[in-house]
């Protein structure tokens, strides 16, 4: 009876073991990691923004030129209105498109070999641009007579002088007196122009309202293993890009997110101040 | 690296012992007549040839390697040193020897060697923990606070022990029998270690442009924080002479297994020679861009990195052109310094006839070696040369050294087979 005991408890003890197989495959420590660089805190004007068009026969259809004759490029456009309070035009912060140069490196776990990831760390707008505002202000106001009828004005919201709809805007209030004046020129009817900031007048893309023409700038992926290090450099360039109106210059930020999640605890200097030219340089190790 | 040794310097140990051997062997036997002093049978012919392999499993104690610490930033009470823990070696020890015939006594001839070497590493990129403890502090560290946030180090042990023995019975009695020994002893011991320190994240500003309008590459390159590194290394050479007991015990009645002990000490005389040197890294000014003067050394954290040399114009040129980093170097060495040891063994151990003469045997042994490894240290260092290359370097003032002596002991079990014939 005692054997049958013990070879009963020796068969328990290996059924567990049995079920263990050293070919299992461990789970993947594979993990992706994002980066953004964006620019941040910059003051820049804001503004009541919405999209307008003329339609003097009631059909829905947004005419081809204002109720003058003139032609217009875009039938439907987006409008600016500098915003006011107690008199006094008002200017927000956030975030602003800015040029810089970037430097991603990694040092693979277990080793102390950097090894350079990005190509070029040359200023390119196209690839290394920071965001664009995406950010609305409180407290936006209606068009009011600046959208007299024919025209039909759909209210956007207030917006900062750095957010892509604005910079993105084509239209001019009253083009064929502004043609060759400056943004925001007040003219001699004492009557703020309603060209957006950065719109390069008639000359630039038209769009409509909400809509991106181009997509934001992609952050930097890759796949990261457990123990691997990343160290970002960047550093912006001197003077705001073609555009872009701000009123100090803004801080540039990187932000790490693994698998979607961002990381909080980067070392480093993760936030420039905000002098010209300056720059970010950080790390962080996957644990 | 261990000197190879000449046939012509191993002459005068193997004369002087083979001529106490021949002395010797006109005395009586030393064996205590306590009624049980019959000669064994295999001592009847006229000698035997003695030969055994022995397997050691072998870990030195006190090499006292001490790459790095860890610093607690929140606590600096909780600061640790790091050392490097020796592994455990599987080591040879060989040993052959002639028994005289009439019991007279035997010649011995032992050869140990240990070799080990052992890394300690550790890299964490940005966390700027490891004091760099091997390198002159000066400088060390690429803010010049002694602490990197990655290192690697190797440390590595030798010793060569030999030996040549004249064994002579010291008593014998029904169970216990006894030997004494004289003879000739030679230790080489070498220890070294190395280690290099990174800044691999260090938080210091970015060369990027438009910082300069010279390949960044070439910034990159040039103001890239270097590694800091430091090698220390000492030989100890000596040799002496060497007396000892060994003892053997039977157990149970059938004379097939026994109990052996066996002690010796030696007192070494050699030389000492070690070596030292170091290079750590600083940033320094000069006044032009290619060629200049220095002008000063920068201080963490470097700020001179991001400016423009007219502040207010951003499109004038980078500071950071005229920067460069400069190696520290710091070296010493001495060479053939007298030195002495004393060299200790103890071993216990069951030996077993398993078949006609051979033996199987296994126990514990036990080596201490006073005094044998040095570690040589400069203390103050001044700066000298050209300040306006790329290198400086530091000389040392000899007289102003550290000799740290360091005692070793090696144990382990062990596990051979013996034969006599």
Not at chain 2, 39 to 57: C, H, I, N, S, T
Not at chain 2, 171 to 197: N, P
């Amino acid at each position: 009876m005692r054997q049958l005991v013990c070879l009963a408890v020796l068969a328990l003890c290996l059924i567990p073991m049995a079920g263990c197989d050293s070919e299992q495959p461990q789970g993947s420590d594979a993990q992706t990691m994002q980066v953004l660089i964006q620019a941040g805190n910059a003051s820049a004007g804001l503004y009541d923004v919405w999209e307008q068009y003329y339609d003097a026969n009631l059909d829905g259809i947004p005419d081809e030129t204002d109720p003058m004759g003139n032609f217009l490029p875009q039938p439907v456009f987006v409008a600016c209105r500098r915003a006011f309070q107690n008199g006094q035009p008002i200017s927000g912060t956030g975030k602003t498109p800015w040029e810089y140069s970037l430097e991603i490196s990694i040092i693979r776990a277990g080793t102390t070999t950097i090894e350079r990831l990005t190509t070029t760390e040359a200023l390119n707008s196209t690839f290394n641009m920071t965001p664009y505002s995406d950010e609305f202000a409180t407290g936006a106001q209606p068009p009011g007579n600046d959208c007299l009828p024919p025209a039909v004005c759909n209210s956007i919201g207030r917006l900062l002088g750095t957010n892509r709809i604005v910079i993105d805007s084509t239209y001019d209030a009253d083009p064929q007196d502004n043609m060759n004046l400056p943004v925001n020129f007040v003219d001699n009817l004492n009557r703020w122009d309603l060209a957006c900031p950065g719109s390069p007048l008639l000359n630039g893309e038209p769009r409509m309202s909400g809509t991106l023409a181009a997509p934001l700038p992609s952050p930097f992926t890759m796949g990261l293993e457990k123990g691997d290090t990343i160290l970002v450099k960047a550093r912006k360039k001197i003077g705001e890009p073609n555009g872009v109106e701000v009123f100090s210059e803004p801080t540039l930020q990187g932000l790490v997110y693994l698998n979607g999640l961002q990381i909080s605890n980067l070392t480093g200097t993760s936030v420039s101040p905000s002098d010209q030219a300056a720059g970010i340089s950080f790390s962080f190790t996957v644990n | 690296m261990i000197k190879h040794i000449s046939r012509s310097r191993w002459n005068i140990p193997i004369l002087v012992t083979a001529a106490l051997a021949v002395a010797l062997s006109g005395l009586p036997s030393a064996t205590l007549a306590q009624g049980e002093t019959e000669p064994d049978e295999e001592f009847d012919k006229l000698g035997k040839l003695y030969a055994e392999v022995e397997a050691w499993a072998v870990q030195p104690i006190g090499a006292d390697f001490k790459p790095a610490s860890l610093h607690d930033p929140t606590d600096v009470f909780n600061t640790r040193l790091l050392g490097i823990d020796p592994s455990t070696e599987n080591r040879f020890r060989f040993r052959t020897g002639y028994r005289l015939k009439d019991n007279m006594g035997e010649l011995m001839v032992t050869y140990t060697s240990m070799n080990h070497l052992d890394a300690l590493n550790r890299i964490n990129p940005g966390s700027f923990v490891y004091g760099i403890l091997l390198p002159s502090q000066r400088h060390a560290g690429v803010f010049n606070d002694g602490l990197a946030d990655a290192f690697l180090s190797e440390a590595e042990l030798k010793t060569r022990d030999f030996r040549v023995d004249f064994y002579r019975d010291a008593f014998k009695g029904h169970r216990i029998s006894s030997k004494w020994f004289v003879g000739y002893r030679r230790v080489i011991h070498e220890r070294s270690i190395d280690a290099t320190y990174f800044a691999l994240a260090p938080n210091i500003p970015n060369l990027l442009n438009p910082i300069s309008d010279i390949a960044s590459e070439t910034l990159f390159l040039r103001l890239k924080p270097r590694a800091d590194t430091a090698m220390q290394s000492g030989t100890f050479n000596g040799r002496g002479l060497e007396t000892g007991m060994s003892f053997k015990m039977n157990l149970g009645s059938s004379k097939k297994v026994w109990a052996e002990a066996d002690f010796s000490l030696a007192v070494l005389r050699g030389k000492i020679s070690s070596e030292y040197f170091s290079i750590t890294h600083r940033y320094i000014l000069r006044d032009s861009v290619s060629g200049g003067n220095f002008l000063y050394e920068l201080a963490p954290p470097y700020d001179e990195f991001e400016q423009y040399e007219n502040p207010s114009d951003p499109n004038s040129a980078a500071v950071a052109e005229r920067i460069r980093q400069q190696n520290l170097r710091t070296g010493l060495k001495v060479e053939s310094d007298p030195g002495a040891s004393i060299a200790m063994e103890m071993a216990l151990s069951l030996r077993w006839r398993v078949w006609k003469n051979l033996d199987l045997f296994g126990g514990f042994r036990q080596h201490y070696y006073e005094n044998i490894g040095v570690d040589l240290r400069p203390r103050n260092i001044a700066p000298a040369g050209n300040q306006v290359t790329e290198g400086v370097d530091l000389v040392v003032n000899n007289n102003d050294a550290t000799r740290e002596l360091k005692s070793m002991t090696y144990e382990g079990l062990f596990f051979g087979i013996a034969y006599t014939y």
